[in-house]
């Protein structure tokens, strides 16, 4: 079982970057697929990007393609998101989730596959 901290999150005007920390603790952080994931006030919650566990392979949102990047560390036990030329559309509680994944390099986009989740953090983008 692994314990998800989201980080970073705060208030920024159009156009301004953020970057969000995911730190993991109680496993083995490298036998983990991990992603980010946005819900907005009103809406579901909506896949952003994911990494697989060794850190080479990635998967973004159409609508952040270009603008944010997900990376990890493991040696931290950290995986980051970078986000840049934020939007007031990008406004929500950014979320972190892991899944078990020590036989495989895959890269999970669906929140039905995810494990474990952390508590959120806030990202407001105003215009």
């Known amino acids: 079982q692994v314990d998800l901290v989201e980080s970073g999150g705060g208030l920024v005007q159009a156009g301004d970057s953020l970057r969000l920390s995911c730190a993991a603790s109680g496993g083995t952080f490298s036998a983990y697929a991990t992603g980010w994931f946005r819900q907005a006030p009103g809406k579901e919650r909506a896949f952003v990007a994911a990494?697989?566990?060794?850190?080479?392979?990635?998967n973004y949102a159409d609508f952040v393609k270009g603008r944010f990047t997900i990376t990890r560390d493991d040696a931290k036990n950290t995986m980051y998101l970078q986000m840049n030329s934020l939007k007031p559309e990008d406004t929500a509680l950014y979320y972190c989730?892991?899944?078990?994944?020590?036989?495989?390099?895959?890269?999970?986009?669906?929140?039905?596959?995810?494990?474990?989740w952390g508590h959120g953090t806030q990202v407001t983008v105003s215009s």
């Open positions: 990494i697989n566990r060794r850190g080479h392979i990635t």
């Open positions: 989730a892991a899944r078990y994944e020590p036989l495989t390099m895959r890269v999970r986009t669906s929140d039905s596959e995810y494990d474990y």
